[in-house]
């Protein structure tokens, strides 16, 4: 069992940054890929980042490419997502997601990001 908890969220101007933390429970975080998504207010929940289990392999959608950078510590258990040059569409609630494959099943509660514009 895996549980995941998401921290970071909140107002930010447009062009500002934010950084997303994602603390995971669980001896088995070490061989999960994990993830980011969003869901904004009356659409679906989109896919944003991941990331494979040791940290060398990354993949974004091409809205945040160039400007969210997801990692993890697995000493930490702990995976982030930096948020760059952030624009009001990126506005949304951000999930964080675990393995143990990329058909996620794990889930966060989520943490809300308002980028104003």
Known sequence: ???????????????????????ASGRTFGSFPMGWFRQAPGKEREFVARINWGGSSTYYADSVKGRFTISRDNAKNTVYLQMNG??????????????????FRYWGQGTQVTVSS
């Open 1 to 23: 069992q895996v549980q995941l908890v998401e921290s970071g969220g909140g107002l930010v101007q447009a062009g500002g940054s934010l950084r997303l933390s994602c603390a």
């Open 86 to 103: 952030l624009k009001p569409e990126d506005t949304a609630v951000y999930y964080c997601a675990a393995g143990p494959t990329i058909a």
